[in-house]
């Protein structure tokens, strides 16, 4: 994916992993790309970031489930003019 603006710019390949078998389910996104423009305090910012996203969850009962954490690379920048996405 890319995407140009006034104010940002940048190149992102992404892709996604599923396992699911009988009480667990596995999910993991990722993506990594090169990225630049002006935050919004107006500084420059030129580079790579990399994102993972991992969701586990474990059906201990029917009415119960454990699920884990997301993770959100700070050095990734949105197309919309904000700063770097954070968790």
Request: charged share 20%.
């Given at each position: 994916?890319?995407?140009?603006?006034?104010q940002?710019?940048?190149d992102l390949?992404?892709?996604?992993?599923?396992?699911d078998?009988?009480?667990?389910?596995?999910?993991?996104?990722?993506?990594?790309?090169?990225?630049?423009?002006?935050?919004?305090?107006?500084?420059?910012?030129?580079?790579?970031?990399?994102?993972?996203?991992v969701?586990?969850?474990?059906q201990?009962?029917?009415?119960?489930?454990?699920?884990a954490?997301?993770?959100?690379?700070?050095?990734?920048?949105?197309?919309?003019?904000?700063?770097?996405?954070?968790?």
């Open positions: 994916m890319s995407f140009s603006g006034l940002r710019s940048g390949a992404a892709g996604s992993v599923n396992y078998v009988s009480r667990f389910r596995f999910q993991g996104d990722f993506g990594y790309g090169r990225f630049s423009g002006l935050r919004s305090d107006n500084t420059h910012f030129s580079g790579y970031g990399a994102a993972v996203d969701a586990g969850t474990f201990v009962t029917s009415e119960l489930a454990v699920q954490v997301t993770h959100i690379s700070e050095r990734i920048f949105s197309a919309r003019n904000r700063d770097c996405v954070s968790p």
